[in-house]
């Protein structure tokens, strides 16, 4: 077996399936179509959004299995690669929305794909729908199937795209209320994500690999750095780039007022490899360079 089987175009997709090939840049495929097959490592070479039809472990992810309730979407840009070989067999289940990077070049939603941040989640960030929303996701797939149905014209592209783009919209909408839905979780993540900093800046860690990124973070509390982004965004009002600043900040003041140490010293103490940078970090922040705030105290 090979360790990845790839898809570089859609009509290979649509085959993979057994689905019938309307468009040669776009499909909505009906995975129940597909013969049962073991679990594979996959590549998909263009935007691929599943949509779960029932309770079922047929996506797997590392080494394990997702059990999707019905209604769950997950997105994968161009390029990912989802899956585990295994000698395992299951029946593919739900419905399928794959559509080229080529289809949207010079649309509205080709100049915009890369404002969706949910295509860099993990699988594990999934969007779970409600009945309602459920109903609107499909709705959005029906008026792209009907254009897939009509003979392609001077119309298709602009009106596929424009509905591609529709649904993206919802989803943006509906994974906003899935971060206030999910409120308690979300507070839990960012009580842990405080925590991260005070333990990383108490620690040699600043002076031995630098200032902690957003994707060190994300990667520590075992998420996708985009999920992390968008959920600190929505619990603070600030990009998860200015709490980590605003924390450096926090934990400079009080290292500056020990006067034992120059301001080179504590710049690399927390993690600035240029102490410049630190000090113009911390004025544009507090309004006063580092040697200023120690002289007004």
């Known amino acids: 077996m090979d360790d990845v089987k790839n898809f570089s175009t859609i009509k290979e997709y649509n085959a993979f399936n057994n689905n019938e090939t309307l468009h040669p840049l776009v499909s909505v495929v009906n995975l129940e179509k597909a013969n049962p097959r073991q679990h594979r490592r996959l590549r998909y070479e263009f935007y691929t959004i599943f949509l779960k ?64 941040h949910f295509f860099s989640y993990a699988v594990n960030e999934a969007l779970h729908l409600s009945e309602q929303e459920r109903k609107i996701i499909l709705d959005c797939f029906s008026k792209i199937e009907y254009e897939l149905q009509h003979s392609v014209d001077k119309h298709s592209k ?94 400079a003041k009080n290292k500056i007022f020990d006067g034992e140490k120059t301001i080179n010293e504590i710049a690399f103490e927390l993690g ?16 006063y360079t580092p040697n200023e705030y120690r002289n007004l105290n």
């Not at 059990?67 to 395992?88: C, K, M, R």
């Open 53 to 116: 039809k029932i309770h079922c472990g047929d996506l797997r992810y590392g080494l394990g299995n997702y059990d999707y309730e019905e209604g769950t979407l997950i997105f994968l840009a161009p390029g990912q690669v989802i899956g585990q070989n295994s000698t395992e067999y299951y029946q593919p289940q739900g419905t399928a929305l794959v559509f080229h990077p080529d289809l949207i070049t010079g649309t509205s939603l080709g100049k915009n794909i890369s404002d969706y």
């Open 158 to 251: 602009k009106l596929i795209a424009s509905n591609i783009e529709l649904f993206l919209n919802y989803c943006e909408r509906f994974y906003d209320r899935q971060f206030i839905t999910r409120e308690n979780a979300n507070k839990g993540i960012l009580a842990k994500f405080e925590d991260l900093l005070n333990a990383y800046f108490s620690s040699n860690k600043p002076a031995e690999i630098g200032l902690p990124s957003v994707a060190y973070c994300a990667d520590e509390l075992h998420l996708s750095a985009n999920y992390f982004g968008d959920l600190i965004k929505k619990e603070t009002g600030r990009s998860a780039q200015e709490y980590i600043q605003n924390k450096i900040i926090d934990v």
């Open 272 to 287: 600035f490899k240029y102490p410049q940078h630190f000090s113009r970090l911390f004025k544009n922040r507090v309004g």
